[in-house]
C-alpha cells in the first residue's frame, strides 16, 4: 500500500483544522453528558427507584443507530454541529450515569458517617468527600464515552458535520487510500491523547492514591 507522503505533508494544515473541529464536536457532547450525568447519577444514587427508569432511557436512546438519530435532529436543528453533538450527548448519558452512580455507591458508609460526625452537611459531604472518592470510576466512564464519540464523530460527515470524517468520504469517493490513511491514523491518535490526558486528570484529581502509591 502506496502513501503519498508528498500530499500529507501539503495538507498538513487542512488536516489539522479538521481534527480540531473533530474534536470540538467528540468533546463539548461528552463535557456536557457529564454535566447532565452528575445531578442525574446523585439523585439515582439517593432515590435508588429512580435509576432503572432512568438508565432504561439512556440504554434506548444508545440502541438508535446514530446515522438515524443524525436524521432525526435535522429536522430541527439543520445542518449544523448541534445534530451530531445532541446524539452523542445523549449517547455518553449510558455510560456516565452508571458510572456516576457506580462511584458514589464506592463511598463506604463508615466513610459518610465519619464526614457527617465532622459536620459536613449533604453538600458539603457530597462535594468535598463523595465525589473525589468517585473520581476514578467517574473518570473511567468518561474514558469509554470520549472514545467511544471521537469515533462516531465521522459518520456525521453523512450530514456534512464530521471532521475527520470528511477526508475519509472524500477520500473513498477519489480511490485515494492516502487520505483515507491519514484521517483515520489522526482519528486513532485523538482517541489516544484524549485518554491519556484523562488519565492525567485522574491522577491529578486523586493525590491520596499517588501517597499510597509512593507509600508502597
Known sequence: MDIDWGWIGDHTDTLTDHALIHLR???LPVLFGLVISLPLGVLCRRWGWLFPPVLTVSNVFYAIPSLALFM???QYTGLEPATVMIPLTLYSLSVLIPNVVDGLGSVSEPVRQA???MGFGTLRRLVRVEL????PI???GVRVAAVSSI???AVGQLIGQGGLGYDIIRGYQLQFQTQIIAASVLIVALALITDALLVTVQWL???WARARGRAS
Open 132 to 135: 473525589p472518592i468517585a473520581v
Open 138 to 140: 467517574v473518570i473511567a
Open 151 to 153: 469515533s462516531l464523530v
Open 115 to 117: 464526614a457527617t460526625a
Open 25 to 27: 464536536l467528540a468533546l
Open 72 to 74: 432525526i435532529f435535522i
Open 205 to 207: 484529581l486523586t493525590p
